[in-house]
């Protein structure tokens, strides 16, 4: 590649001319990124997010083992009452989502009326998150958990919860393009608040028609209002205040990495008082809570492949201008990963701590943050080893043709 024609974007990343996998700056850095793949991505992350999972385990073993040797303990974390929630859990609840909303970048908003480019990327993310996704997810509860009502209705509110948090950190991963992940996240973010209970409404007790089960759309309504709005109003006035104040740098590198690990104390804290109050449930009930792995597991595999192939496939028609591999990867994982403590919050709030709805939202982040994680890794993997911009080798191949014709016809001339 000339240095002439080397474009990096905002991250540093060398992008490719071809539409395919950027490059670091570091040459050397890129070949053991290469070569290690699988051990470069999980060392990408943050120690926290490297071992959420496990956390989330220890978590849930915590709950059970409050639940079943300490059950006064568990009636304490229980007390008090707010719309049917306890207060313990009302505050885990909404400090869960804080710190996300406050990483959201707000201010690159105006951005999106800025290219065509960006309006494309965002018609394709909310056909994918707001159709696709959805019914993805009621087809895949349905076909794998046709006897278990209650576990497939949590299995569903998860799959109607569109991702806004971690999807940042699965594109840095996979180095998709940031401006691009940043206005999807924030459009859904706002999305959430409008539809995310009508589209409950009509999953649950339209599409489903679930006997006994009658959604009501006033209680989702309230309680995606107290569970993301409130958390969404403070995220916002953090972060601008925080900008404003004190500047962007010390934003990033003093204030977000001390505030933003009170969202995975606060999941973990929301999992141990669900799980300590259905400790003998869950016993009692150990095939149901891990048939409940099966649609997610097939939701996030499938979800994130199809949105992979069919932006490959675009890319490959209509060249790298408008898709490309950083495309792919932005729209792979906004449409294959989930939001998924907006889920557990609604199910708190609308079925209760003690329902199987929330047990069912709850192993949702347990089965999605190690999926993605492998699947930061296969698209790197995949990406270098598929074309992207097929029309980039046709205009090539043309030129080639052209300027060898332009050669034979002086050397014509020459010899008349």
């Not at 995310?196 to 599409?207: D, E, G, H, R």
């Not at 790197?380 to 046709?394: C, H, I, N, P, T």
């Amino acid at each position: 590649m000339d240095g002439a024609d080397t474009q990096t974007d905002e991250d540093g990343l060398i992008l490719d001319s071809h539409g395919g996998v950027p490059k670091l700056r570091s040459a050397l850095q890129d070949a053991r990124d290469s070569t290690g793949a699988a051990k470069g991505v999980l060392l990408s992350l943050g120690w926290l997010d490297r071992l959420l999972s496990l956390f989330i385990i220890v978590a849930m073993i915590l709950g059970v083992v409050i639940g079943e040797f300490a059950p006064n303990a568990a009636e304490n974390l229980s007390k008090g009452n707010f719309r049917g929630v306890s207060a313990p859990l009302v505050v885990g609840l909404i400090v869960m989502m804080w710190p996300i909303l406050t990483k959201v970048q707000y201010e690159r908003l105006p951005q999106m009326f800025a290219t065509k480019r960006l309006w494309y990327q965002l018609a394709m993310s909310l056909v994918l998150n707001w159709v696709v996704g959805p019914f993805l997810m009621l087809g895949l509860a349905w076909a794998t958990l046709p006897d278990l009502d209650d576990y497939r209705v949590g299995v569903i509110m998860v799959g109607l919860a569109r991702c806004i948090a971690m999807v940042m950190i699965w594109n840095k991963i996979a180095r998709g393009d940031s401006n691009t992940c940043a206005i999807i996240v924030i459009v859904n973010s706002i999305l959430q608040i409008v539809l995310y209970a009508p589209f409950a409404v009509l999953f649950i007790n339209v599409i489903s028609k679930d006997d006994g089960l009658n959604l009501e759309y006033s209680d989702v309504a309230i309680a995606v209002a107290i569970y993301l709005g409130i958390p969404l109003a403070a995220g916002v006035v953090t972060r601008f205040f925080v900008l404003g104040v004190f500047g962007r740098e010390f934003f990033h590198r003093k204030f977000l990495p001390f505030f933003a690990p009170l969202s995975l104390i606060a999941l973990l804290y929301t999992i141990i008082i669900i799980f300590a109050e259905q400790a003998q449930h869950i016993l009692d009930n150990l095939g149901p809570v891990f048939r409940t792995f099966v649609p997610l597991v097939l939701y996030f595999a499938l979800m994130w492949t199809g949105s992979f192939v069919l932006i490959w496939w675009l890319s490959v028609r209509y060249g790298k201008t408008e898709w490309g591999y950083q495309m792919a990867v932005v729209q792979a994982f906004t449409a294959g990963s989930n939001n998924f403590e907006l889920a557990i919050a609604v199910c708190v709030a609308v079925f209760g701590v003690g329902s199987d709805q929330a047990l069912a939202a709850t192993i949702g982040p347990l089965v999605e943050v190690p999926v993605l994680l492998v699947l930061s890794w296969v698209a790197m993997f995949v990406g270098k080893r598929l074309k992207w911009d097929k029309g980039l080798e046709s205009r090539q191949k043309e030129s080639k043709e052209k300027r060898e014709g332009d050669v034979s016809a002086d050397v014509e001339k020459q010899n008349n």
